[in-house]
């Protein structure tokens, strides 16, 4: 396990629990990928009721910090599909994509010249090594 890993569990538990004591229920998915220097980063898409919102993410930064790198929301409550715009699940799909398997993501648009299977192959052999799960499902009943 890496540190940046343990800090990211942890966090999220935190999290979680803390919420869980004010009766905020958050389902939702997650991604884990590995930046360039192998510490990881999160991808989250969380399903809350919109009188949340404010708590969720105050929660969030007092167990992540304030930094803008460390943590950015994007609210995804009034998109339109028609709009033609992405989406929270779209955005989320490409980095399962990358996780599951790279010649998968050969198959898509995001394929370009091959970078986009080698980025997923790499990010791969990461999650192999460190034994880190690629992505998983939190607060529902899956």
């Not at 998915?29 to 105050?58: N, Q």
Request: proline share 1%; charged share 25%.
């Amino acid at each position: 396990m890496t540190d940046s890993h343990a800090w990211f569990t942890d966090g999220w538990q935190h999290t979680r629990a803390a919420l869980a004591k004010n009766g905020i229920r958050l389902d939702g998915f997650r991604v884990t990928e590995p930046h360039k220097d192998g510490a990881e980063h999160w991808h989250l898409m969380c399903y809350l009721k919109k009188e949340h919102l404010e708590i969720v993410k105050s929660t969030i930064l007092e167990y992540f910090g304030h930094s803008q790198h460390a943590v950015r929301f994007k609210a995804d409550f009034s998109r339109n599909i028609q709009e033609k715009k992405a989406t929270a699940a779209s955005y989320m799909m490409k980095y399962l994509i990358k996780t599951l398997n790279g010649e998968a993501a050969t198959n898509t648009d995001a394929a370009n010249d091959g970078a986009f299977k080698a980025e997923a192959d790499a990010a791969d052999a990461w999650r192999s090594t460190w034994g880190i799960r690629s992505f998983q499902f939190f607060g529902t009943l899956f």
